[in-house]
Each structure stands twice: as structure tokens, then as C-alpha cells.
């Protein structure tokens, strides 16, 4: 017979949640850790188990929080053999048990942090790098204020005859939507089974999703996260609503993807970080008097991030496609420009009042770990405060126009990390390792692959 947890073994929140869903006595538990590259695994273990996994952990390898994006160990980063793949003990975060709606069968989630074998957390767990910069701010009694937007395709389960991934087809007439219809209700319309979907997910999952919209291309959405005063469980929120995109549009008979560009010559897919900066009096310290300039505090933050940026962004943009995204007039930024009210920077100030004055960070593609996204963004901010960074003037009009291209490569962007003072500094030496090297490891699998394109061009012509 199924036994349930007691109340001493669970945090009173995980409680409530589990006492709150119907037949979690026959349920099975996911718990799930979130890796580098975001990818959420873990184990599937039966409810009888959980009360065990609150009072003891569960056992996870090491090298799992550094594993290449195809699942496989990566040797250079120091967790494989030269351990000998070691465990580790994995607890849950406390508040993070749901139920997991669209499951056939009664089923929770419980999210996951790693142990470091002497008492803490690991250092390279992204959970604990954003967690590290969070008690810098900390320390000085300051508390970024944080909120999430992700960008995602939806497609046909099916791919094309091509072999690459196709629209979707509409409800109400049956044709692949092939326009783009930038905030477009009717695309909404014709979406909402999966946009109801997704938003019934987020209630029984306690994630604030409050707004959805058609993006600049065939089939991209948008769905915003409300802001938090806590960067961590905005990060938490991201994970798990990009879990709860792909689960649903499964369900559906679609495949939702958060590449950063599966589409060439459409739309890329962004992560877009908001932040405003409050002090122990939760004040804003980026809130100014209409037509009284930028405060201090915003402008040393964003020469922060002008600063950082470069080492940063192997975080921003992590993967080979990635770097497909950065095109000119695609709202993508191709420099370290700031300004108020404008789409083509890469540090945008939103219109608002002046109490919710706050960063659009929009450099990061929707393939990046939400965590490490904050972490840099948030790290690049202190930075700038501290040191008194300037970042010259806002611009107005179309920035594209004002400043050269720049052009990054996942090469240069995974040298720049390892060879990063400013990345070693305030994410610990242990995590810039071994995200490096994982890094390093999926670029030299990447090009040693032979792609339809060499044959397309060299098989007959060389």
C-alpha cells in the first residue's frame, strides 16, 4: 500500500501542494536537475521514494550538470573518469514539488540542486553560479528585481519533405501558416487550444505566466513571467515553463523548439531578461524624474554590461546555432548600444513609470539557461555599479545604422570564457572550467560532422 509522506519529512509549501492534488498516492515523481545547457534531468522515481528523497537526497552523477547537449559525458571537464564518475548528492529545493497536469497518469515534479561532497553546494551547478552573485548582492542590501520572456517556434510534429521542421496547420482551414502576423489576435485565435493549454499547465504549476503573444514569424510566440524579487525563482519559473511549452505542444500532435534560429531568413528566438534594482527601502534605484537623465546607478549598470559583454557571451549565446541569430534587422542587437524605448539595442530601457524604470537585456537566444543568463546579466551590473562604468550616450533611432556589426563566433565566444579574469572572478574557477570545456568539447563534435550542405557543395563541384 502506497504511504504518505509524513509532515516532518517535507517542507510545509510541498505539502500543501501534494495534499492538494487528487490520487498522488498512485503518482510517480520526476526530479529533475536542471544542467549547463539547461536540459532538465534526473530520475522518475515512485511516491513511495519521496519521502526518502526529502530526508536523505537522491544520488545523481557529477558529471550529469556538465554533459554535452546529446547527453554524453564530457572528459575535459574533470567529472568522468578521471573520478570515476563520481555521485553526488542531490536535494530538493524546498517549494518545488508540483503536479505535472499533463501527464496520463497521476504524476509531481521536484526540482534538484547538487551537493559538492563537503557540505555545500557544487560550484558549476548553474543554480548555485546565479546564487553566487545573488549573495554579492546581498551583501550590499540590494535586490535585483527579475523577469523572464522566451520566444519559441511551434511546429508540425512531422517534419517537411525536406527533412526540416514545417508550420504547423491551421484549425480553421487546414493551410501551414506561411505569413508573419506580428502580434496578430487571429494567430492567437487560431492557437488557443495550446495557449489554454499552457496557461492551465502554468496555474496547477504556480508559474506566473501572464502574457502571450505572436511573434515576427510563422508560428513564434512569445509568453512573458511576471517579474519577481527573486532571481532565483524567476529562473526556476523559465525552466520550468519551457518544460511545460514543449510538453503541451506534444500533447497537441506540435513540436515547440527554443532554438535560437531553426529558420533561416525568419525570426530568431530570444531570451530577454528584465531587471530593475531596488534597496533596503525597495526603492528603485534606476527610477529617475521624467527628463532628469539616467540615475547614476542604471548607467554604471549598463556599462557593466557593455563591459562584461564579451566575456560573457558564451553564457548569452551557448550553442553552434546561436550564432545564426545575429543578422542585421531582425531585432537582434549587433552591438553593446543602449537607449530608451528602441528595439535595436542591446541594453533597451522600456517605456514605464519612472517607479519600474528597469533593463531589457536582449542579447541571449531562447537556447540559453535562464540561470547563467541572469547570473551574467546580473554579475555585469554589479560590476559596472562598483567600478562607476560609464556607457556613453543613449541612442535614438535605429542603432544598426550607428554602430559597425559586430559578428561573434562560437569559437572566439569559448576562448574569450576560458581565457575570462571577469567570468573566474565572479562565477568561481570551478564552473569556468567546466563550462568551458564542455563547451569546447560540443564545438569540436559539431565541425567534426559531415552536413547536407558539404555534400550539397563539394561532392560533385570539388
Known amino acids: 500500500m502506497n504511504r504518505q509522506p509524513t509532515p516532518s519529512a517535507l517542507p510545509p509549501e510541498d505539502l500543501q501542494a501534494l495534499h492538494g492534488m487528487d490520487g498522488h498516492a498512485a503518482a510517480h515523481v520526476d526530479l529533475l536537475l536542471p544542467d549547463c545547457n539547461g536540459v532538465l534531468r534526473g530520475k522518475r522515481v515512485a511516491f513511495e521514494a519521496l519521502e526518502k528523497v526529502y530526508a536523505a537526497g537522491v544520488c545523481l552523477p557529477m558529471s550529469l550538470i556538465a554533459a554535452d547537449i546529446r547527453g554524453n559525458t564530457v572528459e575535459e571537464t574533470g567529472l568522468g573518469y578521471d573520478i570515476g564518475d563520481e555521485d553526488r548528492i542531490c536535494r530538493p529545493i524546498p517549494g518545488s514539488l508540483r503536479p505535472v497536469p499533463w501527464s496520463p497518469r497521476p504524476a509531481l515534479q521536484l526540482m534538484l540542486q547538487m551537493e559538492d561532497g563537503a557540505g555545500g553546494w557544487f560550484e558549476a551547478h548553474p543554480r548555485r553560479v546565479l546564487q553566487r552573485v545573488l549573495d554579492r548582492y546581498a551583501a550590499l542590501g540590494l535586490t535585483p528585481v527579475v523577469a523572464v520572456e522566451l520566444e519559441f517556434y511551434l511546429f508540425d510534429r512531422l517534419p517537411g519533405a525536406d527533412g526540416r521542421p514545417q508550420p504547423t496547420l491551421n484549425a480553421s482551414d487546414g493551410r501551414r501558416n506561411d505569413s508573419t502576423q506580428v502580434y496578430s489576435i487571429d494567430d492567437l485565435d487560431e492557437n488557443a487550444a495550446f495557449i489554454d493549454g499552457v496557461a492551465r499547465a502554468c496555474r496547477a504549476q504556480r508559474i506566473p505566466a501572464d502574457t502571450a503573444v505572436a511573434e515576427y514569424a510563422p508560428g513564434q510566440f512569445e509568453i512573458n513571467l511576471k517579474h519577481r524579487a527573486d532571481a532565483l525563482a524567476a529562473c526556476d519559473d523559465a525552466v520550468l515553463l519551457k518544460r511545460v511549452i514543449k510538453a503541451v505542444a506534444q500533447q497537441q500532435g506540435m513540436l515547440a523548439s527554443f532554438m535560437a534560429k531553426p529558420l533561416a531568413g525568419q525570426a530568431g528566438s530570444g531570451l530577454h531578461l528584465h531587471v530593475s534594482l531596488l534597496d533596503r527601502d525597495g526603492r528603485n534605484l534606476f527610477a529617475g524624474e521624467p527628463g532628469a537623465g539616467a540615475p547614476a546607478p542604471l548607467r554604471h549598470a549598463i556599462g557593466g554590461l557593455q563591459a562584461s559583454a564579451r566575456d560573457n557571451l558564451l553564457l548569452f549565446a551557448p550553442h553552434a546555432n546561436s550564432y545564426r541569430r545575429f543578422v542585421a534587422n531582425a531585432f537582434v542587437p549587433l552591438n553593446d548600444s543602449w537607449g530608451y524605448n528602441n528595439r535595436t539595442v542591446a541594453m533597451r530601457i522600456p517605456h514605464s513609470d519612472p517607479a519600474n524604470t528597469r533593463i531589457e537585456h536582449r542579447i541571449s537566444g531562447a537556447d540559453a539557461n535562464p540561470y547563467l543568463v541572469a547570473a551574467a546579466v546580473l554579475a555585469g551590473m554589479l560590476d559596472g555599479i562598483e567600478q562607476q562604468l560609464d556607457?556613453?550616450?543613449?541612442?535614438?533611432?535605429?542603432?544598426?545604422?550607428?554602430?559597425?556589426?559586430?559578428?561573434?563566433?562560437?569559437?572566439?565566444?569559448?576562448?574569450?570564457?576560458?581565457?575570462?579574469?571577469?567570468?573566474?572572478?565572479w562565477y568561481g574557477e570551478s564552473f569556468r572550467h567546466v563550462y568551458g570545456q564542455q563547451k569546447r568539447r560540443e564545438m569540436l563534435d559539431f565541425h567534426a560532422e559531415v552536413s547536407d550542405l558539404d555534400y550539397a557543395w563539394y561532392l560533385r563541384t570539388v
Do not use: C, K
Not at 406 to 416: E, F, L, N, S, V
Open 391 to 425: 556607457p556613453g550616450p543613449p541612442v535614438s533611432g535605429n542603432a544598426y545604422e550607428q554602430f559597425p556589426m559586430q559578428t561573434p563566433h562560437w569559437r572566439g565566444a569559448i576562448d574569450d570564457f576560458l581565457g575570462s579574469a571577469f567570468a573566474g572572478r
